[in-house]
């Protein structure tokens, strides 16, 4: 083996490996995704360390017997993914980690990549399409001049919150409370209805920080196909039947499919959960994060089964992320627990942000700009897929603020997206099976519309580009 490719590991800080790494020793497959493929496996063994200076294009090219485009092919697909970064002459490195804090799926959808002209990957709201937080802070503040004494013991839902809630609440819960987001509502619930080793049905594909925490808590999970109405109630029996004893699913504006809920799907599944079946009654657990810029109806399962469904609707995407805001409702042997158990971390969410909430859901301005945000969004949705037609790529418009864009390999899409200046989510970290997808289902990337504001027809021809 030429004596360049065990140099090739050298540290940036010029400190050597304990073994170095031979690497066109270990590439069988000499396609671009194999090549690719080989680095990470090497990277996720610890072979490969951050910091390690990997061959250059040319070196490994010669090595394996490929032409430079082809090396280069790969190295731009891991750049695109954040495993390499190139420091031009100096070479190609590992990069460390991003942010190891990080659970695994958020770690592959914080990819590292450079920065782009045009940032589609972040799955958040348009900043500019939020109701501005400066009059609310200003009324809240003249009627709240300080921050609440002796509150430790009171409701942790304001009585305002707690009215609004009910007459929007698209079923008559027993119990309603407000925590610190959609995901931190999810948690605390499923610490409640499930316990270490129970069987989880999750849609798939899914928001990757459902899987996430699903590992965390110990939970088997089991993917469940949708299509264009919601989780197929076929599927649904299938995994009930096999064991599973809680549901997890999205409404509305599902992420990253956008498909919502359709009512009459709502009864099929309901009756797919009614069904008699061995064990203890099946929970449902349902997260409407993207609720007030939705443009479907508020549909649930709680309409049709009350005391066995906790709905969540965050906030986040309607009125900002940091107000860190979510509402959860359901039966009251499930939210009483969980109100108890948070007594003894957080204790409540903060009052005055909940005030700010309030003023947010009640005054004309912020509500008028809530509802221009929705209709911009789906027009936004419509101006996309409509430009992406004219180029041969039909996906159907979603609501909310995503679009699961089909394509025939992640790796080389998100390749021409980078060199197009143009960044999307990759779609393998919302897969919720394990094995590996075959077909175009398997292959997919995410691209937030929602922040999509002019030049539909260059950006529809970059993705036609990238999913070809």
């Not at 695109?80 to 958020?106: H, I």
């Not at 798939?204 to 996430?212: G, R, S, Y």
């Not at 599927?235 to 997890?248: C, E, N, R, T």
């Not at 109806?297 to 066995?308: C, I, K, N, Y």
């Amino acid at each position: 083996m030429p004596e360049h490719t065990s140099r090739a590991v050298a540290r940036t800080d010029g400190s050597p490996t304990a073994a170095p790494v031979r690497l066109a020793a270990h590439v069988d497959d000499r396609s671009p995704r194999g090549i690719a493929a080989t680095v990470a496996r090497l990277v996720r063994s610890g072979e490969l360390a951050p910091g390690d200076r990997l061959p250059t294009v040319r070196e490994l090219a010669a090595d394996i017997g490929v032409s430079p485009a082809t090396v280069s092919g790969a190295w731009q697909a891991l750049a695109g993914v954040g495993l390499v970064v190139s420091r031009g002459r100096a070479g190609t490195y590992v990069q460390p980690e991003p942010a190891s804090w990080l659970p695994p799926r958020y770690r592959d959808l914080a990819t590292g990549a450079p920065a782009a002209r045009l940032d589609l990957s972040s799955g958040t709201p348009d900043p500019a399409l939020l109701p501005p937080l400066g009059p609310a802070l200003r009324r809240v503040a003249a009627r709240t001049p300080a921050a609440g004494t002796g509150t430790y013991l009171s409701a942790p839902v304001i009585e305002p919150l707690e009215r609004l809630l009910r007459a929007s609440w698209p079923f008559a819960p027993e119990r309603l409370t407000v925590v610190d987001g959609a995901v931190d509502a999810l948690s605390r619930t499923l610490e409640q209805v499930a316990r270490f080793g129970d069987r989880v049905v999750v849609e798939d594909p899914c928001f990757p920080p459902i899987l996430d925490l699903l590992d965390q808590l110990g939970l088997e999970r089991v993917p469940v196909a949708l299509d264009r109405q919601g989780l197929r109630p076929d599927l649904l029996a299938a995994a009930l039947d096999g064991g599973a004893s809680v549901v997890v699913l999205q409404p509305r504006a599902h992420n990253p499919t956008g498909v919502s809920m359709s009512a009459t799907r709502a009864r099929e599944l309901a009756r797919v959960l009614r069904a008699p079946r061995d064990g203890p009654r099946v929970h449902v657990v349902e997260d409407d994060h993207s609720g007030d810029i939705c443009r479907a109806p508020d549909v649930s399962l709680g309409q049709h089964l009350p005391h066995r469904v906790v709905h969540v609707r965050s906030y986040s995407k309607s009125h900002g992320p940091d107000l860190r805001i979510a509402a959860v409702g359901g039966p009251a042997a499930v939210l009483d627990r969980l109100v108890a158990r948070r007594m003894l971390g957080p204790g409540w969410t903060s009052r005055l942000l909940q005030e700010v909430l309030v003023d947010l859901m009640t005054d004309g301005d912020p509500m008028g700009a809530v509802l221009d945000a929705r209709r911009v969004y789906s027009a936004r949705q419509r101006a996309l897929t409509a430009a992406l037609a004219e180029h041969g790529v039909r996906v159907q418009p979603g609501d909310g603020i995503n679009l699961w864009l089909p394509v025939a390999d992640e790796a080389a899409a998100l390749v021409r997206l980078e060199a197009a200046g143009i960044r999307v989510a990759p779609g393998s970290p919302f897969l919720a099976r394990t094995e590996p997808a075959d077909g175009p289902r398997g292959a997919h990337v995410r691209v937030t519309v929602g922040v999509l504001r002019d030049d539909f027809e260059a950006i529809a021809r970059a993705l036609a580009l990238a999913a070809a």
